[in-house]
């Protein structure tokens, strides 16, 4: 378990600039959010020594999927297809590789869950919005508790298996390889991780709100995503 703040006995307290809706996308841009701000995932490729967010690149939309090109992608490409689910507030990421370099990594980045709807379209996860988060995590996977003490809210996620998620400091995002070698030690806490890209081998995402139809793990994320897609044509 994984905490950035003391928590009492009432736990006071999902690279591309993606934010999302946990339940129905917003407007088909970037960024979008997570409904009732319920946090912001970030995405970013990391090569080598040098990486950059995939808000950097080409991007071309269609529906729910986004083309990226350009930059360390090189003559690559990356397919992000997000797609709502159907049994709980959340939604699927299907992320897929295209002609990409051996030593290229996706990095990803989530937090900024603060309980409101907001109209900001700041690519970056606000440092303001991350003060109370409080994530626990397991392997791959982790549950952010966040709202009033009281009415505490949560997101679950989980993510490409890769390696170890950590807390890192949201005033440091100038780049991926910046905020994913920055200290826990902030008043602003995000969780981050990196996962290799092998082509045409896709890497999944699920951030979705908890229930009992509605309980994932990352072996389960493939099947999600094709019975989900297939639902919606």
């Known amino acids: ?44 490729i990391i090569c080598g020594e040098k990486s950059c967010w995939t808000d950097e690149c080409k991007i071309d939309n269609s529906g729910n999927s986004y083309s990226l090109t350009g930059g360390l992608l090189k003559k690559g490409k990356l397919k992000i297809t997000v797609l709502s689910l159907l049994d709980t507030d959340g939604l699927v990421i299907q992320v897929t ?18 309980g409101k709807e907001t109209t900001s379209n700041i690519k970056d996860i606000n440092p303001q919005e991350c003060k109370d988060n409080v994530f626990c995590t397991e392997g791959n996977a982790f549950t952010s ?22 807390l890192v400091d949201a005033h440091k995002q100038t780049s991926p ?18 996962a290799k890209l092998n082509n045409e081998s896709p890497l999944y995402i699920c951030l979705y709100k ?9 072996s389960l994320l493939p099947n999600l995503f094709n019975t989900t897609l297939k639902a919606k044509r």
Request: positive net charge.
């Open 1 to 44: 378990m994984i905490r950035n703040k003391t928590i009492n006995c009432y736990f006071c307290t999902i690279i591309l600039c993606i934010l999302f809706s946990a339940g129905s996308l917003h407007a088909q841009s970037i960024p979008l959010t997570l409904k009732d701000g319920a946090g912001k995932l970030r995405l970013g």
């Open 97 to 114: 590789a295209q002609n990409l370099a051996d030593d290229v990594k996706l990095c990803w980045a989530f937090g900024g869950c603060h």
């Open 145 to 166: 508790y966040y709202g009033e003490v009281m009415k505490l809210k949560t997101i679950n996620g989980v993510m490409p298996q890769g390696n170890d998620i950590l």
């Open 177 to 194: 390889i910046e905020l994913i070698n920055s200290s826990k030690k902030t008043d602003a806490t995000v969780i981050s991780s990196t």
């Open 210 to 218: 908890q229930n009992n139809k509605a309980d994932y793990n990352y």
